[in-house]
């Protein structure tokens, strides 16, 4: 499978359809986040069961986060991705309750590949602009 088209699957099943079943189908354990500022997780290699946590982090906060890919950009090992992510925050956020609020922000995010599996990534995309 050509890694974009793998990129364009794992995003909507895993992400936009929160297919938790399908993880282990993309990406690789030891999923490692490289370079992702204000990711709790950044720096960790994640097996499987904390990968499935971290969505659940997300989720918890916006259920309905959806990502639309903008642009892909195939090189040996990596995909870079633009994307616009959407969703409303009625989930808690440590000692803050849930807003209501809908966001809309964009990013970038480079995903790594090992052995025809996504092994990491790193991200830009600015935290501030979500706005809880």
Not at 22 to 47: C, F, H, Q
């Amino acid at each position: 499978m050509k890694k974009e088209t793998l990129i364009r699957e794992f995003i909507q099943k895993v992400w936009n359809e929160k297919d938790f079943d399908s993880i282990t189908k993309y990406v690789a354990p030891g999923y490692t986040i490289y370079k992702d500022p204000s990711d709790p997780w950044e720096g960790r290699a994640l097996n499987f069961e904390e990968f499935a946590m971290r969505l659940d982090y997300t989720f918890d906060l916006f259920p309905d986060i959806w990502f639309e890919i903008l642009t892909a950009i195939t090189e040996e090992n990596s995909v870079a991705i633009t994307w616009t992510m959407t969703g409303t925050n009625i989930g808690k956020n440590g000692i803050f309750p849930p807003t209501g609020k809908s966001i809309r922000t964009v990013g970038e995010t480079t995903y790594h590949f090992d052995d025809g599996k996504i092994c990491g990534h790193s991200q830009v995309f600015d935290r501030t602009t979500v706005k809880f």
